[in-house]
Every structure is written in structure tokens, then in C-alpha cells.
């Protein structure tokens, strides 16, 4: 067995042990094709008020600016599927991802632990991790390194587990062997092009209007939501999962494994009454160390007003 063989093996042997489900391997080089699609993306406004999605160009297709000598980016996808839900089934409705501890930080630290192994087991390798935190084209990478194909929504999606997954990356100055793309299974599927209330997903699909998806409303916008779009929410007041709930793919989805996504023992037991009643108090305590505090208080509680039709809202609301 080729040295570069036994080190693809072992560290995809050690990803595994460190809770990762599926790892894969590609060659660090630039994305022409996709660097395309990203330009065309952004020409078109489709990133909304997410200014930062301009910036970093050649970073975010070149994995080599990010780190000098690259050879290889290692992607790696951790479940988070949850069949968990509020016992209130008016109750607002937060994305599963965001349930328990940021996975920013729950990852982050795995991904530090692969890294030590690597320096320990292999040698001196120079390379950073990355968690959804800087210019990495992800799913663009998942998808190089065969772990996935992109659906119709634009989200990996893995043939036997489906899409409920973070995706975290190494780039490293080591050569290892790589994988190859698979095919895109979605065929003739609309379900999530259908389902989506905003229609955030081109009707063709593979394409989404970021500036109208659910997500981006109750995450990233900062002003007051468009008065348009009152009543298509479906009760979703932090992230959305209905593209995902509903593709096929999903069936296939497995509950996790890990006591840092489990929810705030409070959390799913709230009703539709308290969460209209949410002090700041009580949002600190939910999620002190969740994504949610991304939305701070104030947008949290903006999220749920929009959620109700403004024949309910007070004078004082309106």
C-alpha cells in the first residue's frame, strides 16, 4: 500500500472514530465552473443583504488562497437528523440544526482533534479547518468529493442517509487519493421545488433565491421582513426544514448520536403561548450556547410577531 493510499485510509478511519459519517477527498484547485455560477448568483441579488458572500472571491474558489501549498480538501458530514418535535404543534418552529450546542463549536473542536492526529500519525502537514465560518464552497466540494450529489434544493444529499448534515472541510498540503462525484439522483422530483411557501427554489430547481428563502428572513435579514410574504411562513420562526421534510432522500435519515445537539430540556416543551410571552431572560437560558443567539432576542421575537396575521397584532405591534 502507497503511502498516499494508507494516509487517505487512516484519515478517513480517524474522522469516522471522531463521529463523522462520510468523509471524502478531492483535489485542492480552483472551481472555474463554479466560480461562474457563484458570479451569476450574486449579479442577480439572490444573496439579499448577505454582503459578505461578495467578499473573499478568490478565496471562496480557490482553496489554495486560503492555504498556501494546498493538495487536497477533506470534506466531512455530520448528522444532526432529529425526529424530535415541540409537543405544541401550534408552537413556533426552530430549524433542527439548531436545537442543541452551535455545531460550530462542536465540530470545530473534532475537526482540531483530526488535525493533532494528523500532525501525530503523518507529520509535519500544513492546513487550516474550516465550519461554515469562512469563504469554502462546501457543498460544491462535497459534492467533488463524491459524498453527495446537490438536489433540486441545492443541498447535498447523501443516497443512503439523506441531507441532515453539517459539512465541515480540511485543506491540507498533503496528497491523498481522491473520490469522484456520483450521479444526482433527484430525476424527475419537484417535491421541494413544490413545498417551498416562498418560491425560493427556480421552478427548474437547482437554483435558490436566497433573498426569498424562509432561512434568510429569520436569520440573516436585519430589517423588518416584507409585509408580502405574512402567512407563508408555516410557522417557522428560526431556519426552515421544509425542502428537506419533504424530499425523499430523508426516509433514509437516522437520529443522531450526539449529546451536544440535544435540545434545551425546556425547549421542545414550550407552547405557542410562551413563546408569544418569551422574555430576554428566558431566551438567554434556551439558547446560551445555540445558534439561535445569532437572531439576538430582538429578532427572535420579531420572527414570531411576523408569524402572526396582522388582524391579531395590538395597535401597539402594527
Known sequence: MSNKTLHTQMIREEAQRLGFAFVGFAKATRLDEEARRLEAWLNKGMH?????????????VDPRKLVPGAKTVVTLMYNHYTDRRPTDPDAPKISKYAYGKDYHFVLKH??????KYIHAEIGEVNGRVFVDSAPVLERDWAKRAGIG????????IHPKAGSYFFLAELIIDLDLVYDHPIKDYC??????????PTDAIS???????GSKCISYFTIELKG??????????ENWMF???????????NRFSKPHQEPEFEPHPDLLGLSASD??????????????????????????????????PLSEKTDHEA
Open 187 to 196: 430525476g424527475t422530483c419537484t417535491r421541494c421545488i413544490d413545498a417551498c
Open 275 to 308: 413563546w408569544e410571552e418569551l422574555t430576554e431572560e428566558v431566551f438567554r437560558e434556551l439558547f446560551r450556547k445555540s445558534a439561535v443567539k445569532r437572531t439576538k432576542y430582538e429578532g427572535l421575537k420579531r420572527n414570531i410577531n411576523f408569524l402572526k
Open 224 to 233: 423588518a421582513i416584507p409585509e408580502a410574504y405574512r402567512g407563508h411562513f
Open 149 to 156: 450529489w446537490l438536489g433540486k434544493n441545492t443541498l447535498l
Open 48 to 60: 439579499g443583504e448577505m454582503g459578505y458572500l461578495e467578499n473573499h472571491f478568490e478565496k471562496r
Open 110 to 115: 473534532k475537526l482540531k482533534d483530526l488535525m
Open 203 to 209: 421552478p427548474g430547481g437547482y437554483v435558490v433565491d
Open 239 to 249: 431556519g426552515c426544514d421544509i425542502c428537506q421534510d419533504v424530499c425523499p432522500w
